[in-house]
């Protein structure tokens, strides 16, 4: 979206403006999520993430599909994307522990850093060809579709919660967050 934005509007300040809204939420609120992360049900966190990211698309693909999708929307549901995304990758990084051997833990972390790395590479470069083929709608689709196979392919998978020890509290928040 913020290439398309770049390359529609040809204006340095748009793409600024795009890039600090799909950011600026992780950053915020990276701190906050590792330590509501610990506390939650991991599984239904990257579930509930990829739903609300998919969500967030399919209203932005529906604003392009009618031809009424403005800057402010953009920004916005950008934004809010990249709220949902902060609550997955944290999660999919937690989980990877209480799923994997010991013995296995250094490979599946560096395969999975290796995955992420193309994905982040190959999506957008994928994307921009696509922007290229086919309306704006249908690539946000795509990511859609992309959301409905991780979450169903989630259910199937069983993440075991670690235990906590001693009570939680929610001043402990802070602590933990600090900590």
């Not at 290439?3 to 950011?23: H, N, Q, R, Y």
């Not at 993430?49 to 999708?69: E, H, K, P, Y």
């Not at 972390?109 to 696509?130: D, F």
Request: net charge positive; aromatic share 8%; with cysteine.
């Amino acid at each position: 979206v913020i290439f398309w934005m770049s390359l529609k509007t040809g204006s340095a300040e748009v793409l600024a403006l795009a890039s600090v809204a799909g950011l600026l939420p992780q950053l915020v609120l990276g701190p906050f999520t590792g330590v509501l992360i610990d506390r939650w049900d991991r599984k239904r966190i990257m579930i509930g993430a990829d739903i609300f990211v998919a969500a967030c698309t399919a209203v932005l693909a529906g604003l392009f599909f009618l031809g009424r999708a403005r800057l402010g929307h953009v920004y916005v549901l950008l934004s809010l994307r990249s709220a949902g995304s902060a609550f997955h990758w944290p999660a999919l990084q937690a989980s990877i522990p209480l799923l994997v051997p010991e013995t296995a833990l250094l490979r599946v972390a560096g395969a999975n850093q290796v995955l992420h790395s193309i994905a982040t590479i190959l999506g957008p470069a994928l994307a921009a060809l696509l922007i290229n083929l086919v309306d704006m709608t249908w690539v946000l689709l795509s990511d859609v579709a992309g959301a409905a196979v991780a979450c169903g392919a989630l259910l199937f998978v069983r993440i075991p919660r670690p235990e906590r020890k001693g009570e939680v509290r929610s001043p402990a928040l802070f602590r933990e967050m600090k900590e």
